[in-house]
């Protein structure tokens, strides 16, 4: 099993899960962020972070949003894969001493 990002994380993008998760196996992609299921150690961590309930388990994920269990699959498949999150926005940054 793994987690899932589905159709609330489009268009926001909300880093905070990446900031918890322990093996970054969440990446960037042009409108939304996707969790490698081959790389998920299916911790939980990133799930109650999402400020925008996005994130499931793969057997939760809600039955309109299904699909995004496949699309997380895939999008790891194509010829442009999502990247590491950028840095320049929700990432946290070091202080300054």
């Not at 990446?27 to 925008?52: F, Q, R, T």
């Not at 990247?83 to 070091?94: D, H, L, Y």
Request: with cysteine.
């Amino acid at each position: 099993m793994t987690y899932v990002i589905t159709e609330p994380c489009i268009g926001v993008k909300d880093r905070s899960c990446v900031d918890v998760c322990p093996v970054d196996c969440i990446y960037e992609g042009p409108e939304m962020l996707y969790i490698h299921p081959d790389e998920c150690i299916d911790c939980g961590a990133c799930e109650p972070e999402c400020p925008v309930q996005a994130i499931f388990p793969e057997e939760d994920v809600p039955a309109k949003w299904t699909h995004f269990t496949q699309i997380n699959r895939d999008v790891f498949k194509s010829p442009n894969p999502p990247g590491r999150p950028s840095a320049e926005r929700g990432m946290k940054r070091p202080e300054s001493g």
